[in-house]
């Protein structure tokens, strides 16, 4: 079936350091994916999502690139902030429905 | 209301206890999923409804988990005599089709 692995944390970093974490993905076709954020105390909320392959979802600052070769979507940021500091979950669609699998997430803390 | 609501937010249960789980999505939305999320995972995938059809049953873990939306909107999640294992958070989300899943905070569920 399909899969996800992402890079396990946490992942502690300063301000304005660079940000990536690392997802790769086994699917049947040509999922949709997408990166999920949960912040602190909250429900987990779309970050972004690409759609096809070469496709850059982009939000916050935050991108990640569609690498069909590869079967990866890693999620990077130039320069993070403390605000950004949260559990990031990658998640490639199944398929035709709307199902997601998600990877086992990402836990950023981010210090002034 | 403006997001989904999930009720309630705790719940503890004796072992062989039955419990049910209530989600309220954003009204107008077709698509209605639940997840399981143990602790330092990933949300797992139990079950999906378009409308009042329960499309995809397939990771609802035993036949002790039984979900329904009888009229396409509110859902309600009811686990039968509970087990130590079932403890997690159950989160619901909804959509509207588009595969931007928009999540509850979830209802963490303790079975002692």
């Known amino acids: 079936g399909d899969s996800v692995t992402q890079m396990e944390g946490p992942v502690t970093l300063s301000e304005e350091a660079f940000l990536t974490i690392n997802c790769t993905y086994t699917?049947?076709?040509?999922?949709?994916l997408f990166w999920y954020v949960q912040y602190p105390g909250e429900g987990l909320q779309l970050l972004l999502k690409?759609?096809?392959?070469?496709d850059k979802g982009s939000n916050k600052g935050f991108e990640a690139t569609y690498r069909k070769e590869t079967t990866s979507f890693h999620l990077e940021k130039g320069s993070v902030q403390v605000s950004d500091s949260a559990v990031y979950f990658c998640?490639?669609?199944?398929?035709?429905?709307?199902?997601?699998?998600f990877g086992k997430g990402t836990k950023l803390t981010v210090n002034p | 209301g403006a997001g989904v609501s999930q009720s309630p937010r705790y719940k503890v249960a004796k072992r062989g206890q039955d419990v049910a789980l209530r989600c309220d999505p954003i009204?107008?939305?077709?698509?209605l999923f639940w997840y399981q999320q143990a602790l330092g995972q990933g949300p797992e995938f139990l079950t999906y409804?378009?409308?009042?059809?329960?499309?995809?049953k397939s990771g609802l873990p035993s036949d002790r988990f039984f979900a329904e939306r009888p009229e396409g909107s509110v859902s309600t999640l009811k686990i039968q005599r509970t087990q130590q294992e079932d403890s997690a958070v159950y989160l619901c989300?909804?959509?509207?089709?588009?595969?931007?899943?928009?999540f509850g905070s979830g209802t963490q569920l303790s079975v002692l």
């Open positions: 009204s107008g939305h077709v698509s």
């Open positions: 690409a759609t096809k392959a070469d």
């Open positions: 989300a909804s959509s509207l089709g588009t595969r931007k899943l928009f």
């Open positions: 409804f378009q409308n009042e059809a329960q499309l995809d």
């Open positions: 998640a490639p669609g199944q398929g035709g429905s709307e199902k997601l699998v």
């Open positions: 699917a049947t076709g040509y999922p949709s």
